[in-house]
Nanobody
Framework: QVQLVESGGGLVQAGGSLRLTCTAS????????MGWFRQAPGKEREFVAA????????DYADSVKGRFTISRDNAKNTVSLQMNVLKPEDTAVYYC????????????????WGNGTLVTVSS
């Protein structure tokens, strides 16, 4: 079955950077919109960023705009999230997801999810 596997999480100090990568298997990756969501302790999962399959148009939550960059490599079936100037409030489990729909801020539009990778930002 389809698998999305996230990697790259860890512990970083505030102001630092991390790069998350999601590798997809058994998915015709180039035809799927890809998204990143996160869930902080005690909070609901929220949209972080997405990238469209047709033209790699990107979209970001206001809270990460200017600090995070989403990108994709269709040859490698990967989508990455470069996270810079990290803040303690970025601490969360980050999930990769795949959707064929354009309402990519809506979690319900996603068909597949990874198991998540934990990012912890210390102050």
């Amino acid at each position: 079955q389809v698998q999305l596997v996230e990697s790259g999480g860890g512990l970083v100090q505030a102001g630092g950077s991390l790069r998350l990568t999601c590798t997809a298997s058994r998915l015709t990756f180039r035809y799927w919109n890809m998204g990143w969501f996160r869930q902080a302790p005690g909070k609901e999962r929220e949209f972080v960023a997405a990238i469209r399959w047709t033209d790699s148009t990107t979209d970001y939550a206001d809270s990460v705009k200017g600090r995070f960059t989403i990108s994709r490599d269709n040859a490698k079936n990967t989508v990455s999230l470069q996270m810079n100037v990290l803040k303690p409030e970025d601490t969360a489990v980050y999930y990769c997801s795949a959707s064929v729909r354009d309402d990519w801020r809506n979690q319900g539009s996603y068909n597949y999810w990874g198991n998540g990778t934990l990012v912890t930002v210390s102050s």
